[in-house]
C-alpha cells in the first residue's frame, strides 16, 4: 500500500467522525439522544489505537501555567471588552450576578469536551496527514461546519477554533482552552442578542429561535 493511499485512509477516520456528529446534530439527538455515547467511544477507540493517553492529549496541568501566563491577560481584556459592548449597547442579559458565575461555571466542562473534540481529536488527527499549515486551517473548518446554520457562530467559531488550534500547538493544554472556551461562549450568551445569536443554537433548533 502506498503512502498516499495510507494518507487518503487516514483522513477518512476524522471525516466519517465529523459526518456523525452531523448527523446527531441534525437527527440522532431527537431519535437517539444516546447516540452520541457511541460516537465518543469510537473516539475514544481511536486514541487506543493511536497509543495516545490523556497527558498526549492536553488532559494535563503541564505547561498550564505557562499558558495562563502568556493568554490570560488577552482573554481578561476581550471579556471586559465583550461586557463593556454589552452595557454600553445595552444588549447585556438581566440575569444576576450569581446565576451568571453559575452559568459559567456549569459551562467549563462544555468547553472542555468541545475543545478536546476540537484538537485532541480533529487537529492530532490532521497534523498526521495534512501539512502544518493546514491541519489547523481544517480543524477549524470542521469546527465551523458543526455550527450549522447558526452564520454568527460559525464565524466566532472559526476565528476562534484557529487561535485555540495554534494555543494548543504550542502548548499542549486543554484546560486553559475548555476554561477560555466557556468564557467566551458564556459572555457571547450574555451580551450578544438572540437576534443575532439565535440564542447559540445550530442545527435544526435554530429555525425556532
Known sequence: MSAATVRRFAILEPLSVFALIMQYIWALRYRHPGMWLLILGLMLLSHLVHR?????????RCR????LEEFSPALAFLA???LGSGMLLQTTRPIGFERGVLSWVAYLPWGLFQQYILNGYFLNRFEA?????????MAAALFSGAHLPNGFL???TLVAGYSCACIYRK???LYFLGMAHATVGFLLFLVVPDSISHHLTVGPGWFGH
Do not use: Q
Open 64 to 67: 498550564l501555567r505557562e499558558c
Open 129 to 137: 496527514v495534512l501539512s502544518p499549515r493546514a491541519a489547523p486551517v
Open 171 to 173: 502548548y499542549n493544554n
Open 52 to 60: 495516545e493517553g490523556a497527558r498526549t492529549l492536553g488532559f494535563d
Open 154 to 156: 460559525m464565524a466566532v
Open 80 to 82: 471586559l471588552v465583550m
